[in-house]
Nanobody, 115 residues
Framework: QVQLVESGGGLVQAGGSLRLSCTAS????????RGWYRQAPGKQRELVAI???????NFADSVKGRFTISRDNAKNMVYLQMNSLKPEDTAVYYC?????????WGQGTQVTVSS
């Protein structure tokens, strides 16, 4: 079992920045992919960014060039740096991990971007 806890959400004006953090605990050696999804009101949960243990990354087209993802394996942390935020980035952001053929989710953190 893997437990994920997010932090760093909040309210920011359009054009601003936020950094989300996610710490993992439990059976972390089984994890090979970590990342972030988001869900806006009335919409389906969507991929934002993922990163593999080797450092390969993938981003949603809507955030390319504005968001970066990084991981610190020694600290069991994954970070999502969000720059040039837009009102349409408003959503609950969920930390995500894949390991041992299972998917794990954090509880989510709210990001609100005001215009």
């Amino acid at each position: 079992q893997v437990q994920l806890v997010e932090s760093g959400g909040g309210l920011v004006q359009a054009g601003g920045s936020l950094r989300l953090s996610c710490t993992a605990s439990g059976s972390i050696l089984s994890i090979n992919v970590r990342g972030w999804y988001r869900q806006a009101p009335g919409k389906q949960r969507e991929l934002v960014a993922i990163i593999t243990t080797s450092g390969n990354t993938n981003f949603a087209d809507s955030v390319k060039g504005r968001f970066t993802i990084s991981r610190d394996n020694a600290k069991n942390m994954v970070y999502l740096q969000m720059n040039s935020l837009k009102p349409e980035d408003t959503a609950v952001y969920y930390c995500y991990a894949v390991g041992g053929s299972r998917i794990f989710w954090g509880q989510g953190t709210q990001v609100t971007v005001s215009s």
